[in-house]
């Protein structure tokens, strides 16, 4: 009985210690501080009557915010997308992605204008939001386009270098993975703009190898969350198979729209069970089994991109939608 | 001596002759010489005559015996006798009570004979003024005198004179025609050095003279100046006395109506209105748009009557609490006190002590009225405040609910916001945003410098075309902003008040205002809208949003 005792306080004490341990999530963390900064501003009513940026964000509670880091961008983002009202949070994807979006005011139109995304319609949605769920995927051919135009222009000696060398600054952290390939292949015209976006942790007058080395042993903690997108399953053509022959099941049509790596997960739902020689590949196989009548085995396939370096904050969509395949095993002759 | 009427002639014939015949007899008659010759007397008035230097012709020992004074009236042809006395009896006196022309003769008689008929005789003109001035007259007014010399047309003055006495101080002298008769003059209702003589009771004195200093006659009444005054604060303090008679004199509010929010519900879409609560029974307290209007009069007067009347929609409270307990006077309504009565009297001066506070309604205006009239019913002054009830009532009332009204988070923010100074005219919005609406854009968010930026969509300033991109805004690249868009600097800027010319005010904080297309204020306020950061667009007076947040007008733009 005593044991017994011993036993359940000992649990119960494990417990209260893992409790104690517990860490808060990134997402509670956020939302902590973020309340905070709701709380300064609503101290300070006059602030919603201004249209510049001033008190609103030069206090603690928001930059607190900001030291987040990219951790906490994708709970910014979602916040932002829930309530627009707290549109102001996007100051803060700013100043941790150090990303500006250029605007222009078209007097014809009477309206703003953005250059780098023309297919933005304004007022549909702010831009911001687009630039998150899916501009960034521009980032390397702006990057691209802005570089060349920067190197012709310092070649030909020509003005107008200093506008493209911010106009690639201001693609921030998330044109990096470009950069340090550029750098790697020998542009070192681009170590200045990396340690710019890295804060200097790359130093202006860095080496290649330097470079490269710092990125392959930090670089994961340098990419941004953007958000994942669900990846699609694809568990093949329907099909016969004979008995005691090999069949295989073909989920390599499966692909993640963010290019993810994928991991696969098949399932029989149907049917006398086989055994499927590795159910976490693309592609299965199993022996039909021998029958007296006509039988068709369905077997799902789910994949999940879970893999893939941008998952560092659990995010959803990371699981497909089930897909099926049906398998017709003809009777035994 | 002048020579009279035939029957003197026959008597002087007589006396000739007698003379000679004494002369034969050597016994000359006495000679009676009267002083003065001519004399002027104010009728009720004595005039007094010697006869000491009448003397006899004979030789000394001889004296005047007996005088003998006679007054002729030559209005009634007749003779009195006066006064009849010994040798000490050379002086005589006698009271006119009628004015005209008269002759004072004296005939003196010596010792040596009985009788004698040499006289001398005085001219005398007996003068009566008489003035007759209304008992009242109005403070700042004239008044017409009438005024009678007599006697007429037989006997003009020297000069005449309108006196006007404050008690024995002399405070006015007008000259007037020196010719006798009736005529009528008016006194303007100032003293000598050209101020209105104050509200008291002063003496109207006709005087009458010649240039004999002792020759002069007065006449006179008694008029005292009213003054009945309206003294009307309005939302700019006190009005000036000569201006509230003038249209717009006093400006108030009349859509302040802090006391229930959900009157506002009653005048869709919320516009500003009157208050619907105030006639209830439980009283109002602490509206700011009560305004002070002070009553008063002078001198106290004991007869006549005082009339208050409302020309207004506004009402007329008898303190800063409303309610139907203490109301005064609603529109239309007048108040009347006799002041020969006592009690409405202290009913009247109650209110001049304390006095009432008046509501604007409506957007109309009108006037309240203080008018004395005389016990003849006779209006003599009155006075007029007249009242212009404004209001910011292009948009519509902010917002009473939640838990930081509108009302309390504009005027928490912009202090010299007055309530019924602003309205709200446009909801809020995150699209556009100050600057944008100054220069009447509703679909972009103007910042000054790229760290300005509250939104991915803000459109810099401090960037291509208009600036340099340094991080600082200069006054010529908000000029250059403005000109894009067709707004040139004014020739006026602050800190002065912005003329009517401005369209476009720009504050030392960065924000910035566009003048409204209204004539909100009847023309005492310049309205200006200002878009309020992501919050609503209201429209108010051009300095009422100086403070921390927008700073005070920095630059004036006008369209050229």
């Given at each position: 009985?005593?044991?017994?005792?011993?036993?359940?306080?000992?649990?119960?004490?494990?417990?209260?210690?893992?409790?104690?341990?517990?860490?808060?999530?990134?997402?509670?963390?956020?939302?902590?501080?973020?309340?905070?900064?709701?709380?300064?501003?609503?101290?300070?009513?006059?602030?919603?009557?201004?249209?510049?940026?001033?008190?609103?964000?030069?206090?603690?509670?928001?930059?607190?915010?900001?030291?987040?880091?990219?951790?906490?961008?994708?709970?910014?983002?979602?916040?932002?997308?829930?309530?627009?009202?707290?549109?102001?949070?996007?100051?803060?994807?700013?100043?941790?992605?150090?990303?500006?979006?250029?605007?222009?005011?078209?007097?014809?139109?009477?309206?703003?204008?953005?250059?780098?995304?023309?297919?933005?319609?304004?007022?549909?949605?702010?831009?911001?939001?687009?630039?998150?769920?899916?501009?960034?995927?521009?980032?390397?051919?702006?990057?691209?386009?802005?570089?060349?135009?920067?190197?012709?222009?310092?070649?030909?000696?020509?003005?107008?270098?200093?506008?493209?060398?911010?106009?690639?600054?201001?693609?921030?952290?998330?044109?990096?993975?470009?950069?340090?390939?550029?750098?790697?292949?020998?542009?070192?015209?681009?170590?200045?703009?990396?340690?710019?976006?890295?804060?200097?942790?790359?130093?202006?007058?860095?080496?290649?190898?330097?470079?490269?080395?710092?990125?392959?042993?930090?670089?994961?903690?340098?990419?941004?969350?953007?958000?994942?997108?669900?990846?699609?399953?694809?568990?093949?053509?329907?099909?016969?198979?004979?008995?005691?022959?090999?069949?295989?099941?073909?989920?390599?049509?499966?692909?993640?729209?963010?290019?993810?790596?994928?991991?696969?997960?098949?399932?029989?739902?149907?049917?006398?069970?086989?055994?499927?020689?590795?159910?976490?590949?693309?592609?299965?196989?199993?022996?039909?089994?021998?029958?007296?009548?006509?039988?068709?085995?369905?077997?799902?396939?789910?994949?999940?991109?879970?893999?893939?370096?941008?998952?560092?904050?659990?995010?959803?969509?990371?699981?497909?939608?089930?897909?099926?395949?049906?398998?017709?095993?003809?009777?035994?002759? | 001596?002048?020579?009279?009427?035939?029957?003197?002639?026959?008597?002087?014939?007589?006396?000739?002759?007698?003379?000679?015949?004494?002369?034969?007899?050597?016994?000359?008659?006495?000679?009676?010489?009267?002083?003065?010759?001519?004399?002027?007397?104010?009728?009720?008035?004595?005039?007094?005559?010697?006869?000491?230097?009448?003397?006899?012709?004979?030789?000394?020992?001889?004296?005047?015996?007996?005088?003998?004074?006679?007054?002729?009236?030559?209005?009634?042809?007749?003779?009195?006798?006066?006064y009849t006395g010994d040798y000490y009896s050379y002086m005589a006196a006698y009271c006119f009570d009628t004015p005209g022309r008269y002759a004072?003769?004296?005939?003196?008689?010596?010792?040596?004979?009985?009788?004698?008929?040499?006289?001398?005789?005085?001219?005398?003109?007996?003068?009566?003024?008489?003035?007759?001035?209304?008992?009242?007259?109005?403070?700042?007014?004239?008044?017409?005198?009438?005024?009678?010399?007599?006697?007429?047309?037989?006997?003009?003055?020297?000069?005449?004179?309108?006196?006007?006495?404050?008690?024995?101080?002399?405070?006015?002298?007008?000259?007037?025609?020196?010719?006798?008769?009736?005529?009528?003059?008016?006194?303007?209702?100032?003293?000598?050095?050209?101020?209105?003589?104050?509200?008291?009771?002063?003496?109207?004195?006709?005087?009458?003279?010649?240039?004999?200093?002792?020759?002069?006659?007065?006449?006179?009444?008694?008029?005292?100046?009213?003054?009945?005054?309206?003294?009307?604060?309005?939302?700019?303090?006190?009005?000036?006395?000569?201006?509230?008679?003038?249209?717009?004199?006093?400006?108030?509010?009349?859509?302040?109506?802090?006391?229930?929010?959900?009157?506002?519900?009653?005048?869709?879409?919320?516009?500003?209105?009157?208050?619907?609560?105030?006639?209830?029974?439980?009283?109002?307290?602490?509206?700011?748009?009560?305004?002070?209007?002070?009553?008063?009069?002078?001198?106290?007067?004991?007869?006549?009557?005082?009339?208050?009347?409302?020309?207004?929609?506004?009402?007329?409270?008898?303190?800063?609490?409303?309610?139907?307990?203490?109301?005064?006077?609603?529109?239309?309504?007048?108040?009347?006190?006799?002041?020969?009565?006592?009690?409405?009297?202290?009913?009247?001066?109650?209110?001049?002590?304390?006095?009432?506070?008046?509501?604007?309604?409506?957007?109309?205006?009108?006037?309240?009225?203080?008018?004395?009239?005389?016990?003849?019913?006779?209006?003599?002054?009155?006075?007029?405040?007249?009242?212009?009830?404004?209001?910011?009532?292009?948009?519509?009332?902010?917002?009473?609910?939640?838990?930081?009204?509108?009302?309390?988070?504009?005027?928490?923010?912009?202090?010299?916001?007055?309530?019924?100074?602003?309205?709200?005219?446009?909801?809020?919005?995150?699209?556009?945003?100050?600057?944008?609406?100054?220069?009447?854009?509703?679909?972009?968010?103007?910042?000054?410098?790229?760290?300005?930026?509250?939104?991915?969509?803000?459109?810099?300033?401090?960037?291509?075309?208009?600036?340099?991109?340094?991080?600082?805004?200069?006054?010529?690249?908000?000029?250059?902003?403005?000109?894009?868009?067709?707004?040139?600097?004014?020739?006026?800027?602050?800190?002065?008040?912005?003329?009517?010319?401005?369209?476009?005010?720009?504050?030392?904080?960065?924000?910035?205002?566009?003048?409204?297309?209204?004539?909100?204020?009847?023309?005492?306020?310049?309205?200006?809208?200002?878009?309020?950061?992501?919050?609503?667009?209201?429209?108010?007076?051009?300095?009422?949003?100086?403070?921390?947040?927008?700073?005070?007008?920095?630059?004036?733009?006008?369209?050229?």
């Amino acid at each position: 009985m005593k044991a017994l005792m011993m036993a359940v306080i000992l649990w119960m004490v494990g417990d209260l210690g893992s409790m104690s341990n517990a860490q808060p999530t990134m997402s509670e963390i956020f939302e902590q501080k973020y309340q905070a900064w709701r709380d300064y501003l609503h101290s300070h009513p006059e602030f919603r009557f201004l249209s510049q940026a001033g008190p609103q964000f030069d206090c603690s509670q928001f930059r607190e915010i900001v030291s987040l880091g990219l951790p906490a961008i994708p709970y910014v983002a979602e916040r932002i997308a829930r309530d627009p009202n707290e549109r102001l949070l996007w100051r803060a994807i700013s100043q941790i992605a150090k990303v500006k979006i250029r605007t222009q005011y078209d007097p014809n139109r009477r309206e703003t204008v953005f250059p780098d995304f023309p297919d933005f319609k304004p007022g549909q949605q702010d831009v911001f939001l687009y630039w998150w769920r899916e501009g960034y995927k521009r980032t390397p051919d702006r990057f691209l386009n802005y570089h060349s135009e920067w190197q012709a222009l310092r070649e030909q000696r020509q003005a107008g270098g200093a506008q493209k060398y911010s106009q690639i600054v201001d693609l921030g952290i998330a044109a990096l993975p470009i950069i340090v390939q550029k750098v790697r292949h020998g542009d070192t015209s681009l170590i200045p703009i990396l340690s710019v976006l890295t804060d200097g942790i790359i130093g202006p007058n860095a080496t290649t190898s330097e470079c490269s080395t710092w990125w392959d042993q930090n670089g994961r903690n340098w990419l941004i969350p953007f958000p994942n997108r669900r990846p699609v399953a694809r568990a093949g053509e329907d099909r016969t198979a004979s008995p005691g022959d090999t069949a295989r099941l073909n989920g390599l049509s499966s692909m993640d729209p963010d290019g993810s790596e994928l991991s696969y997960e098949w399932v029989q739902l149907s049917g006398p069970r086989v055994s499927l020689s590795d159910a976490t590949t693309a592609t299965p196989a199993f022996v039909a089994p021998e029958l007296q009548e006509q039988t068709t085995l369905v077997f799902q396939l789910i994949v999940n991109d879970a893999g893939d370096l941008s998952k560092a904050v659990p995010t959803p969509n990371s699981k497909s939608l089930p897909a099926v395949v049906r398998i017709r095993v003809n009777p035994k002759r | 001596m002048k020579l009279r009427y035939k029957h003197q002639l026959a008597v002087l014939f007589t006396l000739c002759l007698m003379v000679s015949v004494c002369h034969a007899c050597f016994n000359l008659p006495p000679i009676p010489v009267v002083w003065p010759e001519e004399e002027i007397v104010c009728v009720d008035a004595y005039g007094s005559f010697g006869g000491a230097s009448s003397h006899d012709q004979d030789e000394a020992g001889e004296y005047i015996f007996t005088y003998e004074w006679w007054l002729y009236d030559y209005q009634t042809y007749s003779y009195v006798n006066f006064y009849t006395g010994d040798y000490y009896s050379y002086m005589a006196a006698y009271c006119f009570d009628t004015p005209g022309r008269y002759a004072v003769d004296l005939y003196v008689e010596e010792d040596e004979a009985t009788w004698s008929t040499s006289y001398d005789t005085c001219e005398v003109t007996v003068v009566r003024v008489t003035v007759d001035s209304p008992a009242y007259m109005g403070y700042k007014s004239s008044v017409e005198i009438d005024y009678m010399i007599e006697p007429e047309e037989i006997w003009d003055p020297d000069y005449v004179n309108l006196n006007i006495y404050y008690g024995a101080t002399l405070i006015r002298t007008i000259p007037l025609a020196a010719s006798s008769g009736s005529h009528w003059t008016t006194w303007d209702g100032k003293a000598s050095e050209g101020t209105w003589a104050p509200a008291a009771t002063y003496t109207v004195e006709v005087e009458v003279g010649t240039e004999n200093p002792d020759h002069e006659c007065y006449g006179s009444d008694v008029v005292t100046i009213v003054d009945v005054n309206l003294a009307a604060s309005d939302l700019f303090g006190e009005v000036a006395e000569d201006d509230e008679d003038l249209p717009n004199g006093a400006f108030i509010h009349f859509n302040l109506d802090n006391d229930d929010s959900s009157d506002n519900t009653q005048e869709a879409p919320k516009r500003p209105g009157a208050d619907y609560a105030q006639n209830g029974t439980t009283p109002v307290t602490g509206e700011n748009d009560l305004k002070l209007i002070e009553l008063s009069m002078a001198p106290p007067l004991f007869e006549g009557s005082i009339v208050l009347s409302n020309m207004t929609l506004g009402k007329l409270w008898k303190s800063t609490t409303k309610g139907s307990a203490n109301l005064l006077l609603g529109p239309g309504g007048e108040l009347s006190w006799n002041l020969a009565n006592s009690q409405q009297r202290d009913q009247f001066w109650q209110l001049c002590t304390n006095p009432p506070y008046m509501e604007g309604a409506s957007s109309t205006g009108g006037s309240v009225s203080l008018v004395y009239y005389s016990p003849t019913s006779e209006q003599v002054k009155a006075d007029c405040a007249y009242y212009h009830f404004i209001a910011a009532d292009c948009g519509s009332q902010p917002r009473t609910t939640g838990s930081l009204s509108e009302r309390d988070w504009f005027e928490g923010a912009f202090p010299n916001l007055v309530r019924c100074e602003w309205s709200i005219t446009a909801e809020a919005s995150a699209v556009y945003n100050c600057i944008a609406w100054s220069v009447v854009e509703t679909n972009v968010w103007y910042v000054t410098v790229e760290s300005a930026r509250l939104h991915s969509y803000d459109i810099v300033i401090d960037a291509p075309p208009w600036g340099d991109g340094n991080g600082t805004l200069s006054t010529t690249e908000l000029d250059a902003f403005y000109s894009s868009k067709n707004y040139v600097p004014s020739s006026t800027q602050p800190p002065s008040e912005p003329p009517a010319e401005v369209a476009v005010i720009y504050y030392s904080e960065d924000h910035a205002a566009h003048r409204m297309g209204c004539t909100c204020g009847a023309g005492k306020w310049i309205m200006f809208e200002s878009k309020c950061g992501e919050g609503p667009k209201i429209e108010h007076v051009w300095n009422q949003i100086n403070g921390a947040s927008y700073g005070s007008p920095s630059r004036y733009y006008r369209v050229p």
